[in-house]
């Protein structure tokens, strides 16, 4: 795992995203305590075809569904690319759908560490929309930069399918069925993860997401970044 000061956000030079970064520098961790939703990644390896729906940890207390929280999703098949969307609540339509160009096994490996960071640049220096109406983006996961992406006008059909079959889950990790039994031979499994995040705005060419982890415990960090270059 990267330290730090190797995070995206100073190799992008960006004043807006490093204020807001969480400084979890000399933070130590027990064993006992990462008891958070991401060490469910470490079931997926075990899943089999008949463990469909995994893991699902149901509504979360109410003391975690805070005004400023969004719900976030981040799914794909093991052979292939992650997904990421972002809505109000599991029964919206997603105001964020992106497939990022990091492919299901880096991003699980990833999810091993204690501290995710994915940040998404806007290099558009035109700013006539909203941040999270930006289509190309520049995607970096703790501190490397794994390629660019372009936000979705449209779900595809396997995305529209997963967020149809997660409409009454708040939160949880596991296996989905997948629409196409010819396309789950070839891509593998459909993984996700669904999470409450708290939302910050920290102006309008800059937001971030934090994960809360379930019932409030200690666990690793999944943060993700949006910020628009000036």
């Known amino acids: 795992m ?18 807001l970064l969480r400084h979890t ?17 470490k079931l997926f390896p075990m899943l089999t075809s008949g463990c469909k729906m995994v893991a699902l940890l149901g509504r979360p207390r109410k003391a975690l569904l805070k005004d400023n929280a969004t719900t ?3 799914f794909g098949y093991r052979k292939g690319r992650v997904s990421l969307a972002i809505q109000e609540d599991p029964h919206c339509v997603p105001r964020f759908v992106i497939e990022l160009p990091m492919h299901s096994s880096l991003f699980h490996k990833e999810m091993a560490s204690d501290i995710v960071r994915i940040a998404l640049e806007s290099e558009t220096r035109i700013h006539k929309k909203k ?9 970096y996961c703790n501190g490397r930069k794994v ?18 079959l997660l409409r009454g889950v708040s939160m949880g990790a596991g296996v989905l069925p997948c629409p196409n039994n010819v396309k789950e031979s070839a891509d593998g ?4 993860i669904r999470a409450r995040f708290e939302r910050v705005v920290g102006s309008k060419d ?9 019932d409030g415990a200690a666990g690793p960090e999944l943060s993700i970044f949006f910020v628009r270059a000036r």
Request: proline share 5%; net charge negative; hydrophobic share 35%.
């Open 147 to 164: 390629g660019y992406s372009i936000r979705r006008k449209q779900m595809s059909d396997d995305e529209l399918h997963v967020m149809q």
């Open 25 to 41: 520098a000399g933070e130590k961790r027990s064993k006992s305590s990462s008891r958070g939703l991401l060490k469910m990644f």
């Open 72 to 74: 976030g999703t981040i």
């Open 189 to 192: 499994e459909m993984t996700y």
């Open 206 to 214: 800059s937001e971030a997401l934090y994960m809360i982890n379930p």
């Open 2 to 19: 990267p330290p730090v000061h190797s995070s995206p956000y100073f190799q992008m030079d960006n004043q807006a995203i490093s204020s």
């Open 131 to 139: 941040l999270m109406e930006e289509f190309v983006w520049a995607v």
